[in-house]
């Protein structure tokens, strides 16, 4: 177990070092001298070529790439995730401003998912081949299938315009969040309930000739308990592989309901070319990534010791 | 209506007699990280910070926190700033806190040199002449000065403010109680108001950037709305407790042309795009009659507006085609540059479809438009950079003048396009002026100039609407929505 | 852990099963309406309207004059209308006779739209998808054959790709090229080829631990031969349905970044842009966004449909290893 630990956090290094060096060259390598940027924002002029110098002088444009790097990394290590071109505000600020409010709809969504998904999943997995388990299979197609942006606007029109249950946009309040999180967690709950029917199914095929024995319905009943205690293992770790799926989907939903956040931040940002929100934002969101599926695998290796890495990120 | 603006406010009103609170919806984001300037949020609407001078509902530039001013000297103006004026926290304004406030916004808003041609910092700007007097110093003669700082931008705060905490200490009728980003703030009465005690204790401003998102608020969640999409209007207007209510305003939706760089440098080609767009059809499609066909780039309620004695381009793609091939264009591929509408004061609405419909009309006349939409902050930087060949603005004024165009042909800064020295001259001519006809003159003549050059492509005079809950009152139309007064909003409950 | 660590368990439930299956496809009424869907966007995407070709000015010159400027492929048109002709007198037209789905705020006729639409999704899915099957299935074999440091650096690359949540590094690989559909073929592709990498690479791992493997080497058969008829039949089952969740998944993102403003530019007639645009009459004229959004949802449904059923096919625990992506 701990030389598991110890093997996976010398790859993480590696692949943190990789994601910082990623994330670097991205900005490096974008077209546009930040010095003419920043200097034309400053003071709304065309700067002149010496002006230009100077500022690439003083902040280090000029030096050799792994110098700049090797910088840009001691101020990273430091919390210091830059300036923008256009705000006076530290980018490390901006992102922690608005980190609450992502985190909120992502643990909101993912409680819509398990809402949705466990039941669905389960009654599916029992009554296989009957009609619930049909609905509930077109039901998590069409999940994966909905583009989050449309099912958003449904959503907006159905339960705010016709039945003025939820409010069209906003966040803070509870009643705010159920739209956002309903959008993002739909897609989720389609992937978990068909991963807890397969895996209760499974788990049932193995107990096939002892539940074909029990005739009574208390015994098929213990069966059924038992085959989704085992299933819940793979769900756990679904659930926690879903981060990535949380942050994609999280740029829509917030664009959609105009909640505030990582996602609307990111989107700005690169619509306005403001690199240095971009890389930063991106680095956050790749060690994020990173060591969630970190502590996925040791939770998984934890739960189930029979399972055997082989060393991948996943 | 009321249950909803209850989930707000502490819900177990008495039925009858006013609301304790108004939810205002804007379209512009009051809270963004570049209105830290002011406390957090922006000056314009929450009526928190004010200006020296206020702008009237006929564009009358009128006293607020000055009660006099005059200009002393070629560059030099002198303010009289009014007494008992109390700050939010009990202090008295005083001449200082104008100077701070001034010397603050030409540090931080590096545009304050040509919005208000304040002087720079290293030449005394501001200064306090005793308690009540305050003296500008312009960077050079300018007529307009006084109507120019007439805007919410030029606001007096106090020294106590601080933009990173969403605290402002101001002088307006409404105190900052709370803000929660990209969301809303929250301002309460301030009771001892120098113009009184506003009618009602609490407004809600809430920022709902998407206008179909804004649109569906209005519905039922907001007793104010600000600019519902035009293609909304109709549906708003089915529902009875609604009215929405239309206002020419002075701003304009046009196409600025690269003067400097081929093909656009060629006045041909600006005139055959001129030509081949229809005014009329944006207006009556697009913008469902809401709106004005431009002739010119400054609106027609404006003093000087050249709108009667501007010969209009009439759609006319055969004479559109003619000058193509008599200019120097081959076939490039025109950049198109928008901004999407996240950032929605200087951009027109719907600028994708317009985009489109220029492209559309272009390509009849057989010249190519690529489409670029970006930010607004990276739109205007490519704008500055002269990169791309025409951009599409919301032009106009939030203060008592409107000439911000002109400065940008005026070839003194290097990030605007020259028009060449007779513009300049005009335009000078009309800064300097003495009297208010010589400059109207000036101005007249130099939007004349624009257009017989083509510098621009003017497409509509922009009609602002609101859509307001029947039961308020006391919410007076003004030409520029950044100036509607907010003190005496009620409603019935 | 990974798919093809046990290529006979799948192979073998194939064999068994395959005839069978074959005949419970055409019974299974969902696959049927997933093969008519596709079969309907091809057409549309094909003959929506004419395609032509521009003949590079060089190869004119070369063939003598004999090859003229543009070579038409396909002369057919179905699309009732022009997509990219505005007609605004007829704008926000419900759907009638004339507009079989209505007309958008420029007049423009939706149907027409939405079928030259369904080639353009239909060509970045195909583009996309070939492209991270070419660069993973080369980089899987390299990687596996070579093993070593090389087979170290290219994982660690693949981790690295890996360590971005997938959609999230499209946009910023998109927002940084600029807005355009090729670029966001190049951001999908970029981050699409590391699965099919995985896969091969463990296919070609297995193949080459094999005893017979061993003496066919030292008999002197060829490397690429070995590969070819392997690797390749080992391979080949579990890329295909990773490729047809993968159009999936390609065209809902594809829409998803084009509704951003990050993909097509109007007035290109792509679905997730029709639908951003359309959303400002969704009270007013309910179809202009509408229509595109019950087109993603089918396209995507389509894929999703048929790339399960072929997965059931396979041993259920390399099929958990190809779960769809989901989008946006």
Redesign the interface.
């Known amino acids: 177990m701990y030389r598991f630990i110890l093997r996976r956090a010398v790859s993480i290094v590696f692949v943190l070092f990789g994601v910082s060096v990623t994330t670097f060259g991205m900005v490096v390598f974008t077209p546009g001298d930040p010095a003419e940027i920043v200097l034309r924002e400053q003071t709304a002029q065309n700067p002149s070529q010496e002006a230009i110098r100077e500022f690439r002088a003083e902040h280090g444009l000029d030096d050799p790439i792994p110098v700049q790097y090797l910088d840009w990394m001691a101020d990273v290590l430091r919390g210091d995730l830059g300036q923008s071109y256009y705000h006076d505000t530290p980018v490390t600020t901006m992102i922690i401003r608005r980190f609450g409010d992502t985190a909120e709809l992502a643990v909101a969504a993912i409680l819509v998912a398990l809402v949705i998904s466990i039941p669905a999943g389960v009654i599916s997995a029992v009554h296989t081949g009957e009609l619930p388990d049909h609905a509930s299979q077109l039901g998590s197609l069409l999940g994966v299938s909905m583009p989050n942006f449309w099912l958003g606007y449904l959503l907006i029109v159905v339960f705010s315009l016709y039945l003025e249950l939820f409010p069209v946009s906003g966040a803070g309040t509870v009643r705010e969040l159920v739209l956002p999180a309903v959008t993002l967690g739909s897609g989720i709950a389609a992937i978990i309930t068909r991963l807890l029917r397969s895996s209760m199914l499974d788990v049932l095929e193995a107990e096939y000739i002892g539940t074909a024995r029990s005739k009574g319905l208390r015994e098929r009943i213990v069966v059924y308990k038992h085959a989704f205690r085992n299933a819940l293992i793979p769900v756990v770790t679904i659930v926690g592989l879903q981060f990535g799926y949380l942050l994609n989907g999280a740029v829509i939903v917030e664009i959609v309901f105009q909640r505030p956040g990582l996602g609307t931040l990111l989107i700005e940002a690169i619509f306005a070319r403001d690199y240095p929100i971009v890389q930063g934002l991106v680095l956050v969101i790749a060690v994020l990534f990173v060591v969630s599926n970190l502590l996925v695998d040791v939770a998984y290796r934890y739960i189930d010791p029979r399972i055997r890495f082989d060393g991948g990120t996943r | 209506m009321a249950g909803?603006a209850g989930?707000f406010g502490d819900g177990g009103e008495p039925e009858g007699g006013t609301a304790e609170q108004i939810t205002i919806g804007l379209h512009s984001d009051i809270t963004r990280?570049?209105w830290?300037l002011y406390g957090g949020v922006s000056p314009y609407w929450t009526r928190v910070l004010e200006p020296l001078l206020w702008v009237g509902p006929d564009f009358d530039v009128e006293p607020w926190l000055a009660v006099d001013w005059e200009r002393t000297d070629k560059l030099t103006w002198e303010f009289t700033i009014r007494e008992d004026v109390q700050f939010h926290n009990g202090e008295e304004l005083l001449a200082d806190h104008v100077v701070h406030s001034i010397e603050k916004l030409i540090e931080?808003f590096?545009?304050a040199?040509?919005s208000w041609r304040f002087a720079d910092l290293e030449n005394e700007p501001v200064r306090a002449l005793d308690d009540r007097t305050v003296e500008f110093t312009t960077r050079e003669e300018f007529a307009g000065f006084a109507a120019g700082i007439a805007h919410n931008m030029v606001a007096v705060q106090h020294p106590e403010t601080d933009g990173?905490e969403f605290n402002a200490v101001g002088t307006g009728p409404y105190e900052l109680v709370d803000v929660?980003?990209?969301?809303?703030a929250r301002v309460a009465a301030f009771e001892d108001y120098w113009g009184g005690a506003p009618a009602t204790p609490e407004l809600t401003y809430?920022?709902?950037?998407?206008?179909?998102?804004r649109?569906?608020?209005m519905?039922?969640?907001l007793d104010v709305g600000f600019q519902p999409?035009k293609?909304?209007v109709?549906?708003l207007r089915s529902n009875d407790a609604i009215e929405v209510r239309e206002q020419l305003s002075s701003r304009v939706a046009l196409v600025n042309f690269n003067l400097e760089r081929g093909p656009t440098d060629d006045a041909d080609l600006r005139r055959a795009l001129n030509h081949a767009v229809s005014q009329e059809?944006i207006v009556?499609?697009?913008l469902e009659g809401l709106g004005k066909p431009a002739r010119g780039p400054i609106g027609s309620i404006v003093d000087y507006s050249a709108y009667d004695s501007l010969p209009p381009y009439e759609q006319d793609l055969e004479s559109a085609r003619g000058l193509v091939d008599r200019s120097t264009y081959e076939g490039e591929t025109l950049k198109l540059e928008i901004s999407?509408e996240?950032q929605a004061d200087w951009v027109p609405e719907?600028s994708?479809?317009l985009?489109?419909?220029i492209?559309?009309n272009a390509d009849q006349i057989g010249v190519d438009i690529?489409?670029?939409?970006?930010?607004?902050?990276?739109f205007t930087?490519a704008w500055?950079?002269k990169d791309g060949h025409m951009y599409m603005f919301l032009w106009g004024t939030k203060s008592g003048s409107s000439d911000y165009i002109f400065f940008r042909y005026h070839s003194r800064?290097?990030?605007h396009f020259s028009l060449g020295e007779e513009f300049d001259s005009t335009v000078t001519r009309g800064e300097r002026a003495e009297s208010n006809e010589e400059r109207f003159e000036a101005f007249i003549e130099a939007q004349q100039m624009m257009m017989e050059q083509a510098a621009v492509l003017p497409m509509y005079e922009h009609v602002y609407l609101m859509s307001v809950d029947r039961s308020v009152e006391g919410l007076d139309p003004h030409p520029l929505s950044e100036f509607i007064e907010m003190k005496n909003l009620r409603m019935e409950r | 852990m990974s798919a093809a660590d046990r290529p006979q368990a799948w192979r073998r439930r194939l064999d068994g099963t395959w005839s069978r299956r074959l005949r419970s496809i055409a019974e299974d009424r969902l696959d049927l309406l997933a093969w008519v869907i596709i079969a309907a966007l091809v057409v549309s995407a094909v003959f929506a309207k004419p395609i032509r070709l521009t003949v590079p000015s060089v190869l004119q010159t070369l063939s003598g004059g004999f090859l003229a400027e543009t070579v038409t492929l396909q002369p057919l048109q179905l699309a009732p209308h022009d997509p990219i002709d505005q007609n605004l007198a007829d704008r926000l037209h419900p759907p009638s006779r004339e507009y079989p789905l209505g007309t958008d705020q420029l007049g423009r006729d939706i149907l027409s739209r939405l079928m030259v639409g369904a080639r353009i999704s239909l060509s970045v899915g195909v583009v996309v998808v070939s492209i991270s099957l070419m660069i993973g299935t080369a980089v899987g074999v390299v990687s596996g054959y070579l093993g070593g440091w090389v087979d170290e650096a290219v994982m660690r690359i693949v981790d690295i790709v890996l360590a971005f949540p997938g959609l999230l590094l499209a946009l910023v690989v998109a927002g940084i090229l600029g807005p355009s559909l090729t670029n966001i073929m190049i951001a999908l592709a970029v981050v699409g080829w590391t699965q099919y990498a995985r896969i091969v690479r463990g296919s070609v791992l297995s193949v080459k631990q094999r005893d017979f493997v061993a003496a066919a080497k030292l008999m002197g058969v060829s490397e690429p031969r070995l590969v070819s008829t392997h690797v390749i039949p080992n391979v080949i089952g579990p890329v295909v349905i990773l490729a047809t969740l993968d159009m999936a998944y390609v065209i809902l993102a594809t829409a998803g970044l084009s509704f951003l403003g990050l993909g097509a530019q109007p007035p290109t007639p792509e679905w997730g842009t029709m639908l951003s645009q359309g959303r400002h009459h969704l009270l007013t004229a309910w179809w202009i966004a509408n229509v595109p959004g019950v087109a993603i949802m089918v396209a995507v449904l389509a894929f999703n449909i048929l790339g399960d059923s072929l997965r059931d096919l396979l041993d259920p625990r390399v099929a958990s290893r190809l779960e769809g992506k989901g989008g946006l």
């Not at chain 2, 809430?206 to 998102?213: F, G, L, N, S």
């Not at chain 2, 690529?370 to 990276?378: N, T």
């Open positions: 909803v989930c990280e570049f830290e931080q590096p545009q040199r040509f990173s929660e980003r990209e969301q809303n809430r920022v709902i950037v998407d206008p179909m998102t649109s569906l608020a519905e039922d969640e999409p293609a909304q109709e549906s059809t009556d499609s697009i999407n996240a719907q994708k479809v985009a489109e419909i492209k559309d690529d489409i670029r939409v970006s930010e607004y902050s990276a930087d500055r950079a800064e290097n990030t």
